[in-house]
């Protein structure tokens, strides 16, 4: 296919609402101190807190604070990586996780316990046992840390958060395989709120720290949440996480080129609510916008450390993507959480010119140059999109949308492969050109 049957790119900016929080460590003293930590805390007091495998804004700066607060009451702070089978379902995997976000020993200034030991705290109604991570059930009390958001799998009024913290990060390898196959059986949200009860009744949880961000990643919102409230507090935060969540600036699209998927990212690799594949590997469900034809990956993320979950809702890959991925980490992940299919190949190819000609080859009797395409960096940053010329002329009426170059070539290199979206030099829009 030569240059002329690739469609013609432009770039738009998204105006999303800003929510940004500018005084994180002055929040998590104020909410702690709101609900009332010191008053419960004695010197010598052991106190977990968890660390998940998400990519959370400011979560060195959160766990610090958080410690800070323990051992200015006199107790002795500890972190807990909660993240059931994450790290392939290692301790030295979940500490090396959490080191690839900046969470270390130095960093949030307290110990880091890593193990994959449980106890088994009791057994929830529907028959199988309840895991919760050793250390945090030694200690005096356990602080769950997490961000609230849409889950990339189940839907309903308790999603991604602080109960599923509870259940899936803290029951770690052994805890998420059961529970994650009971939800098959019973639903998410049975499951979730089953099993949260047996934990709240039975471990020392101290307070909840909820984290809502914004759709440009930013922290925007933090509060601690006393134990009893988890269950009626949390389908409210995520109402308000949907609202902030970005999305893709069009509903239709022939081609969705993403430059990276990973764990970091989405704990899909690639977030099916963006994506709208939440119901259906590759298609979307009823109603679910947007509706994508083909998904093109071109990488992996650093900080997914070769877990490659989330490839499987690609129909075309990078042929590179095949030599990067931890395929032990990548099956673990998929097989505990019951998204099989997640872990399975694309088509791949060794050149993004080739693997785009391919999927523009496909997409019907629209003309390759006439397609519908969007050319993001990942699912979790939407600011700024590339989009082909046939959305063009609805980008320039449209409120939410600023246009920021004119259509141009794709910029593919000598070997045909594409920069990162992020890395291409912007030229302004002739209109804009001072003159």
Known sequence: MNEKAFPQIFRVRQRFPSHRLDDVPGRIRAELERVGVRERLR?????????????????????????????????????????????????????EVLRGYG?????????IRSSMETVVIGQAP?????????????????????????????????????????????????????YHRAAWDYGFDRIVRSVARIVLTRCRILVGIAIVEDAYDDTAYIEAVPPAEFE??????????????????????????????????????????????????????PGEKPDIRYICVRGLSAGTHGNAIGLGLAEFCRSQILREIDVHATRINAITSGHVSAAMLPLDYPTDREMLAVALSNIGLTPPQDARLMWISDTLHLAEVECSAAY????????????????????????????????????????????
């Open 43 to 95: 010197p010598g007091m052991e106190v977990a807190i968890t660390a998940g495998s998400r990519g959370i804004n400011n979560i060195v700066t959160i766990l610090r604070t958080i410690a800070e607060v323990i051992r200015e009451c006199g107790g002795q702070p500890f972190i807990v990586p909660a993240m059931g089978s994450h790290g392939g379902g290692t301790a030295e995997g979940q500490r």
């Open 103 to 111: 969470i270390t020993e130095e960093s949030v200034g307290c110990p």
């Open 126 to 178: 529907e028959g199988f046992d309840v895991h919760f991570d050793r250390h945090a059930f030694a200690a005096d009390f356990v602080i769950v840390v997490n961000r609230i958001k849409p889950h990339t799998q189940f839907t309903g009024p308790i999603e991604s958060g602080l109960m599923k913290m509870l259940l899936i990060g803290l029951g770690k390898h052994r805890g998420a395989e059961i």
């Open 232 to 285: 009626t507090r949390e389908p409210q935060l995520l109402r308000q996480a949907k609202e902030w969540m970005p999305k893709l600036p069009f509903d239709h699209a022939h081609i969705l080129l993403i430059d990276r998927l990973g764990k970091d990212l989405s704990g899909a690799g690639i977030d099916t609510n963006v994506i709208g594949r939440k119901t259906a590997d590759h298609r979307a469900g």
């Open 392 to 435: 063009y002329e609805e980008a320039r009426h449209r409120d939410d949308l600023e246009v920021i170059t004119a259509p141009r070539p794709l910029p593919f290199d000598e070997a045909g492969n594409l920069p990162d979206m992020t890395a291409i030099r912007i030229v302004p829009k002739l209109a804009d050109v001072p003159r």
